[in-house]
């Protein structure tokens, strides 16, 4: 059962195949830790059931929640994605208001799906879903549709196919957002392409493109320009730039936005959050073609995440 289009969520049931593994997993570990490790179980199955009808694939063997001795150690309910990372299932009874996040899933996590046990143990219902846990609680009310997850979880955008000018109707110039006083790396960005027309390559130039983002809640509300480029480095590699910076009449990004960029196997390698007054981030990293990259842009409980193919 799917619900309403404003909330995706889904519900499905609970086979005997899932409480078949919860229950080796049960037999394993000491009363308490067993049914920890039960509801754990059920969550990661409920969640890797529906990626699957969903086409996407997951390795539970890659899994740490489907280890004996990683259970004994942690709290963890995480799920492999192929060639994303770990999604973590956390589950909650039915009329529970917030679902705790142990202090060790806390991080390296491409997110988070909430799922839902019924009473019974018949059913579970993966409720939403948040790209970041960072006061260690997520108030069931607040959590994102389910098609944040499916976004997320989605085709990468191929950074590569820029270069042939091929470009997703969403990802516009830079100019049809920023002006030229917002836009400060403009001059760095050109001057590498023009050093580059001094080397023996001089058929390679650089390419951005920007994206608008629209982040928060009711009480804090915000529009992001994301901007992404691509400049020619040591071959193979490529130099990639990251850059967010306010749209509209907002002079400065506002304070507790974060970025994030997360490498292929969900963990981070940058991480900066606005603390005080700034019209800008930047960064600037070097990948090989065919790597993947995430870039998650977040303000209050509302996070965007982009998935790039380099």
């Known amino acids: 059962m799917i619900n309403s289009k404003e909330h995706l969520s889904v519900t499905l049931p609970l ?48 899994s740490d929640s489907w280890n004996y001795s990683m259970q004994s150690r942690m709290n963890i309910a995480d799920l492999w994605v192929t060639n994303m990372g770990k999604l973590e299932c956390r589950p909650v009874w039915p009329k529970e208001q917030e679902c705790p996040i142990p202090l060790e899933v806390r991080q390296n996590r491409i997110g988070y799906v909430v799922v839902q046990i ?13 790209q970041t846990a960072l006061t260690g609680n997520l108030r069931i009310d607040e959590l994102q549709s389910l098609e944040y997850l499916i976004e997320l979880l989605k085709e990468p955008v191929n950074l ?37 027309a001094n080397e023996p390559d001089n058929s390679a130039v650089g390419v951005r493109r920007a994206k608008l983002i629209e982040l928060g809640n ?28 306010p ?22 390698f940058f991480r900066k959050a606005i603390e005080e007054r700034t019209n800008n981030i ?3 990293f070097s990948g090989k073609p065919g790597e993947r990259f995430s870039i998650i842009v977040a303000l209050g409980d509302v996070s965007i995440t982009k998935a790039f193919l380099i």
């Open 15 to 62: 086979t005997p195949e899932a409480h078949r593994i919860a229950e080796e997993f049960w037999e394993y570990h000491d009363s308490q830790k067993s049914k920890e490790v039960y509801m754990n179980t059920l969550a990661v199955y409920t969640v890797r059931s529906y990626l699957q009808m969903l086409g996407i694939q997951t390795d539970l063997e890659a």
């Open 118 to 130: 019924s009473d019974s143990l018949s059913q579970a219902t993966i409720l939403g879903f948040s």
């Open 160 to 196: 590569s196919q820029w270069f042939e000018n091929v470009f997703e109707a969403c990802w516009q110039t830079v100019e049809a957002f920023l002006n030229p006083e917002q836009d400060v790396l403009g001059f760095s960005f050109r001057s590498a392409q023009e050093l580059r």
């Open 218 to 245: 009711q009480s804090a509300r915000q529009q992001v320009v994301l901007v992404v480029g691509l400049t020619p480095a040591a071959d193979p590699e490529l130099n990639v730039w990251v850059e967010v910076y």
């Open 247 to 268: 749209r509209g009449d907002q002079t400065y990004l506002s304070c507790g936005l974060h970025l994030m960029l997360l490498n292929e196997k969900g963990s981070s």
């Open 282 to 284: 930047q960064v600037k």
